[in-house]
């Protein structure tokens, strides 16, 4: 090889890389664990370590094993989850073996050309045939990436892993049958074979990937329809609990008008030691009282002091400390939803810490800029340490950790950002949305 074939090698490497790169930005919404100009960085070495594999001529299905496990340590500097950089990867090995193999075997059939002749043409040639390749091939990864980007993976594992099943199978089998092509001897019919199966292979892809789709929108819509579901339950658990409390209210707004003729009573007789008595017993009464926290919202107050009661009859310490405006651009349903599945989720954590005094739920809301922040601190037992995803109920439809997509969608809905985490013993989230202008007149 002359030096331009290699400096037109290593860039056709590199224009896959930067493609690849735009690939995982684009569908993982930007999540990098490192800065951007640091993995820009690594782009020119990631390249150079793919060009060296095609110049120890490999076998290409050993070739393309090696370039995925390095696609993968790539893909590590997104924040994603460890199913989800799989399966792009596999999508994106899939695209491209496919498009090129497909080529290749279009070209030898109208030709008439052996696969080991198109790669062996002069050079100005299999220029010109590898950047229509890599065009298509980009063409079709955007197309792709369109399709998939609107739409959230929902779908169960075991579906999932019969999908990437399909795509290994395709891609190490059209790897394969292309190695095999190389080595047998120039048989121009060897070209149309390849043809069809590639044809074949595309036609059963497609109609996989169309497959994977149509199920993922079925759990997608199951998923909102169990959102609506929770979101008219939490506010119906919200009317009902106001309610609750302003009975509970006016009951003790009537007892308290009979305790105060009684001291009235008290008071008119000459010895004032019953009324000291009276007024201590009165005292000890209202410390029993539960209803103690006062955000300055009305759902907030609702919602943590019914969460309170709960929590003390579990054993549970339960702490607030929260100021929040009376009136908040949130929805209603979003903003009981919110507490109702976090705080419920962490009573659930919590009531498997055998040891009681271990039971601890920390929560603070409070106003940065123009965002409501919203944490929940519960203590978790050692069971749990590696399930922080699993604390949620699991429904019909709904995969594990479902219970933080709805806390996502409402946070993606606000504008906000949703964190959560096992840190030491302690399972922490994190929310913030954005707020419409607050007014002074909205504080209480």
């Keep these: 090889m002359t030096t331009i074939n290699y400096i037109f090698e290593y860039l056709l490497c590199l224009s896959e890389v930067i493609v690849f790169y735009l690939f995982l930005d684009y569908l993982s919404d930007n999540k990098v664990k490192y800065g951007k100009p640091l993995i820009r960085f690594f782009i020119p070495i990631i390249s150079f370590i793919v060009f060296v594999f095609t110049l120890f001529q490999f076998p290409i299905y050993i070739q393309g094993a090696l370039t995925c496990l390095v696609y993968f340590v790539f893909s590590m500097m997104y924040d994603l989850s460890f199913s989800h950089r799989f399966f792009l990867i596999l999508l994106f090995n899939l695209i491209i073996v496919l498009v090129e193999l497909f080529f290749i075997s279009l070209f030898g059939s109208i030709s008439s050309l052996h696969p080991t002749k198109i790669l062996a043409l002069n050079e100005d040639l299999r220029y010109i045939i590898a950047l229509v390749s890599k065009c298509i091939n980009f063409l079709c990864i955007y197309i792709i990436s369109r399709i998939i980007k609107p739409n959230k993976i929902l779908l169960p594992k075991r579906y999932s892993f019969f999908i990437w099943g399909i795509f290994l199978l395709t891609i190490f089998t059209m790897l394969f049958l292309f190695q ?202 050692p069971f749990q340490l590696n399930q922080s995803k699993k604390y949620f109920n699991r429904k019909k439809y709904i995969s594990p950790g479902y219970g933080l997509k709805i806390l996502q969608d409402i946070a993606d809905k606000y504008e906000g950002y949703l964190e959560y985490g096992i840190h030491g013993d302690q399972f922490i989230l994190r929310m913030c949305l954005l707020l419409d202008r607050v007014d002074e007149d909205d504080w209480c």
Excluded at 233 to 248: G, H, W
Excluded at 342 to 364: G, V
């Design 180 to 381: 095999q092509t190389l080595v047998l001897s120039a048989n121009t019919k060897i070209s149309n074979i390849l043809f069809m199966t590639s044809i074949t292979f595309i036609i059963i892809n497609v109609t996989i990937f169309y497959y994977y789709l149509s199920s993922n929108q079925f759990y997608l819509e199951n998923q909102k329809q169990e959102i609506e579901r929770l979101y008219q339950k939490a506010n119906e658990r919200y009317i009902s609990e106001n309610k609750r409390q302003s009975e509970y209210l006016h009951k003790i707004w009537h007892d308290l008008n009979n305790h105060i003729k009684n001291l009235e009573l008290l008071m008119n007789s000459s010895d004032h030691k019953d009324s000291l008595q009276y007024i201590e017993f009165l005292k000890k009464s209202a410390n029993k009282i539960p209803n103690k926290i006062l955000t300055g919202n009305k759902i907030a107050d609702v919602v943590l002091n019914r969460k309170s009661t709960d929590a003390t009859l579990n054993h549970i310490k339960f702490h607030v400390d929260a100021i929040i405006p009376s009136i908040l651009s949130i929805e209603d349903a979003d903003f009981s939803s919110i507490l109702f599945n976090s705080i419920d989720n962490a009573i659930e954590a919590s009531l498997n810490i055998q040891n009681k005094e271990n039971r601890l739920i920390e929560i603070k809301i409070y106003l940065k800029k123009q965002y409501l922040c919203y944490q929940i601190i519960n203590n978790v037992s």
